[in-house]
């Protein structure tokens, strides 16, 4: 393996997912950037998972599993999955999701190509059935300013595809670590964004399994085990979070000045539920236009 290869470690968080996780972890191995590490986290599963991936990398020595004695919750599973190996670059991926051959080849150039950034992430097709969908927001932040690229962030998030693009391990290590909150990726994310800028790689296919966690708020809630109320104003809840990261809580933003970083939570904050107006009016148009709407929006 060539030297002048940058490493990339990968890690895939997982809980119950046998039945979709090999598709998952093969969509890796069969990456045509060859030097990575893949390292499965298992989240204390009790569906055979251990077995099938202990299969898996007989074959691959690239291929590694790490087993929770308990579950310790998605959040902090991600956060120890992407903080952890030695690669210069890491990228998480979901257990149902998977990516092109040629998805971290094509994110890693533009990284290596522009050191301004954090984050290249590809372009996300969502699937159901099978079948491609209208879904996600067109996510890209490159302003000089990382004030304006965090207002950019949060102006245009949906589904968050740069949370499973690759991204500098620097980057990482200036994040404070993952917390169990409602959106806590968008929190995250927006980390990263004040640190460098988010590329979007629009030939790196990323494919993402509209179902399980990711499928609704209220499974989102479910599965972190925060309070059922959240689910019935999700976006002020989120708003409020943002709001304690950037003016207070995050070590991230300790370059602004006290009412900088008050200013630019106060804006943030309020662009999520704004937002959400929108996403609400959306979905009172008639169903027939929504898929033609949704393309001149996000696409």
């Excluded at 940058?6 to 997912?17: A, C, N, S």
């Excluded at 599973?77 to 990228?91: K, P, Y």
């Excluded at 927001?137 to 499973?164: I, Q, W």
């Excluded at 993402?208 to 059922?228: D, F, H, M, Q, V």
Aim: net charge neutral.
């Amino acid at each position: 393996m060539p030297d002048a290869e940058p490493l990339v470690t990968i890690g895939v968080p997982t809980f119950q997912r046998r039945d979709m996780l090999p598709r998952a972890v093969r969509s890796l191995l069969r990456q045509t950037h060859r030097n990575i590490e893949v390292t499965v986290y298992d989240n204390a599963s009790t569906d055979g998972t251990e077995e099938l991936v202990r299969e898996l990398a007989r074959d691959d020595e690239r291929l590694r599993y790490v087993r929770r004695d308990r579950n310790i919750g998605p959040e902090a599973n991600m956060d120890d999955a992407i903080r952890r190996g030695e690669g210069e670059f890491t990228m998480l991926l979901a257990d149902d999701d998977w990516i092109a051959d040629d998805y971290v080849k094509r994110c890693l150039a533009e990284l290596l190509s522009r050191p301004d950034l954090s984050v290249a992430a590809g372009r996300p097709h969502y699937m159901r059935d099978e079948t491609e969908v209208p879904f996600g927001a067109r996510m890209e932040t490159l302003d000089s300013d990382p004030a304006k690229r965090v207002l950019a962030y949060f102006e245009a998030v949906d589904d968050n595809a740069p949370f499973y693009g690759v991204i500098r391990r620097s980057a990482v290590e200036a994040q404070p670590p993952m917390r169990r909150v409602l959106g806590f990726d968008w929190l995250w994310v927006a980390g990263l964004a004040f640190t460098g800028g988010i590329a979007r790689v629009e030939d790196a296919a990323l494919f993402r399994e509209l179902g399980g966690a990711s499928e609704s708020t209220e499974a989102n809630i479910r599965t972190s085990g925060l309070p059922r109320a959240h689910a019935k104003i999700p976006h002020l809840v989120i708003g409020r979070e943002v709001f304690a990261e950037i003016g207070w809580r995050s070590p991230v933003y300790a370059s602004l000045s006290r009412g900088e970083r008050l200013g630019l939570a106060a804006r943030c904050a309020w662009s999520v539920p704004r937002r959400n107006a929108r996403h609400v009016a959306f979905h009172l148009l008639p169903a027939r236009i929504q898929p033609w709407v949704s393309q001149k929006v996000h696409r």
